[in-house]
């Protein structure tokens, strides 16, 4: 692959995945794939550069807030549903809690986050949880 | 369009239209930003196209259709002048660009800070960030006091008058006294003459306007640190147990080494549990208990209060016992030095031994969270150490200042062994407190296990710390190049000691919150006391007689006196006296001022509480929409299913999701068009 001659050219997911920066993150697919235009997680210069600038410590909470909410938003219809939030929990739980646990933990964050009452969190939920969570500018951050 | 129905009666051929129509919302809303961005300044446009939520190539796109628009509007009022400002302008941008990556590339410890903030996550690089931030504040005090104090008396007269039996042992180190005494390290040094040389350099105003605007200075960028910190963290929070809260916000993404993401997840698991079983035992106290809780508390309390009120008082006692000593016998021995040195070892080993015992109580006291607990703790560690410095403030101000006749040398050199103390004794202290706790963790007590890394511990002694530094800055201009080094060689210390000995904290959260209050403790009671007590020596307190800048004077702010009784004469600046007359020295200049602030304080307050009640309104809305919404889509199926006979759509392509912040409108439509594809999917 080789930048100079042909600036076009994407970097596979594999590749990226095994940054040090992100290699150890439970969600580095995620990151990459909604990054990445085609959804695949292949990213060109231009949209690498894109991933580290909203997850440096210069951007904005508004645009950390869409960007987070696409990474957990794991089959890409615009809501956190229920399965989404059990696959984000699998994952930084490593699967060690029972099934009945990961349920529970699940209704209770919808039930918590959920103001317009649809059983799933839309954009406008997750940003008033973020607004409410000061933490999130600077936890949401990979150093370079 | 934005008409269209989506009741009852409406025609089913515009379903066809649905695609169409999702295009042309988009178009109109790319129209719409691109004409807001139009009409902002550049700098605003940049900004704003930079926080687009969209990817380069479309941000390219949108920019290069608002300087098209821009460039065809402006096309008719070409001149040559506004061609020019907009180079100048983008020149100076430019500039600004390269400056800034510039400054990126030399930031101090910029590696270590990624690699401490890869293994221990941000609450515990928070702590190394206040310390460089402390740092700054030291380099910037000794650039000033060096350049505006200490130069111009060194190019005036190199040679230091050292009295002929007085030659440097090493002991001077320690204490701070005998050859160091006439050096320009004291305030003693300094002379009181206007230098004559290329320029006439008043000395007396040179010392004390450099150090009360590094005072200003220093409260304002503290304010403004503040400020900017209670912004951005002191919000409605929701409680750190919150489960939504635990699962979206509270991973660490800047954790990259393998062990610690491991034991993050382990903690997380483990909290997920507790709060799940927490909700099963939560019992309710019955009195006996609550009142047997509130004993414990009081009894705690009055405890810890009066062991810092006690360690004050023989403090006080000791002082006076050392000032006994050295009156009685005269001469200069090292013996007698050597006993300086009594006070500054038991305040720092005050500072040592006392919080340990405050943190034995939090066995006994139950606090229903652990942030009430640190808190406490941090209250009464700073109770300690205030009561031990205003002890300290109130011997040197009373006893000192009229015992001695170099006084402020005499102050000087003790702050230069309390902040030589200090650091011996954080240096013991890393060691016992974290290289002991991991030997004893791992080999005698296993189930002690490794030590986690204290935060609040050790920022309330870097706090400590800096305002020794700030107290002493009158009495030794030269203090914050002690302090530099002090804290260069800690951050070393105290990097290594946190990837030998210890593990990553255990309960995430709340770290800015914490943030904000050390700032806030920074600030007041630490920055305050110092200030105050500088400012009390300068208002109050008579200058020595024989050495020192201020010598002859009533006190030191009479030197701003005799400089406007010296300007008066001058023609050109009689506004400069007229400010210091009405201005500075009237009360009622003071009162007025005092009186805007507080109407201002109060119409800020009712303004915030008027956001309040509107934020609960805003949210009954939320709520409100959403069932209206829901009810409204419930509708539309209905309809759908009982008409029959509908031509069929091809499938729509997914929304790719880029623009999450759709309108309703766009949404209600592919809403409709899922509906659609459900039942045709159920036919």
Redesign the interface.
Known sequence: MDYTNEPDCKLPLALIVNM??L?????RSRIVES?S?D?MGNLSF??F??MFSV?SEM??R??KA?????I??FN???YLCKED?EK??NR???E??TPE?VE???E???E??D????NKLS??D?EN???????????????I | MRRMSMFPGSDPSNLAFTEDAIRHEMENEEQNLVKKLVALSTRERIRDIR?L?M???EKKHIRSQVLAFKSAKQSRQFTCFTDCSENVSLFFRRCGYSIRSVRQTLELWQGI??EI??KFG?SVL?YFLFLKWLLMFNIFSFLVNFGFITIPLLVYDPLPSIPPNVSFRGLEILTGAGYFNYTVMYYGSYSNETLVGLVEYNMQLAYFFTIAVYMVLCGIALILSMASSFK???????PAS????Q????????????RA??QR?NN??VQ??ES?SEKAQRELLTLSEKLKHFGVYLGCWLLSTGLAVGCGASIYYLCQYEQQRAGDAAGRSLLREAETLLVPFVVSLMNLVVPLFYSLFYKFEHYSSQRRQIYALVVRNVLLRMSILAVLCYYWMNVVARTYSCWESVVGQALYRLVIFDFLFLMLGSFFGEFLSKVIGTTLLPSLGVPEFDIARNVLELIYAQTLAWIGIYFSPLLPAIQIVKFFILFYLKKVSLTQNCQPPRRT?????MQTTFIALLFFPFFVGALSMVAYTAWRLTPSEQCGPFRGLNNTFSVVGVWMDDLEEIPGSQWVVWIYQNVIRSEIFYFLITLIILVIIYMFWQVTKGRKELICLL?QQ??N???D??FLLDKLQNLQKSQPNKPKLKNQK????RR??TSALIQAMLARQQAQNEYDDGY
């Open positions: 040090p920066e290699k150890e993150n439970p969600f990054f235009e959804g231009n949209e550069v894109d997850l951007a904005p508004e645009l869409i960007y987070a909410f696409k957990y938003d890409v219809d615009n939030l984000t929990l930084l739980t490593k060690e809690l646990e529970l933990v699940c209770k964050a919808i918590e986050a103001l317009d009452g649809d954009y406008a997750f949880m973020i607004t409410r969570a000061p933490d999130f500018l600077s936890t949401f951050h990979i150093r | 926080d939520p990817s380069c190539e800070m990624k903030g890869g941000t928070s951005t963290n002191y919000v409605l929070a929701a919150s489960g939504a809260w699962l979206l916000c509270s991973w660490d993404f800047n954790i990259t080494n393998e993401v491991r997840k997380l698991r997920l549990k799940l959260g709340r770290a800015a919150q949210k939320i709520v929409e959403g069932k919404k829901s997914r929304h790719t999701g999450s912040g």
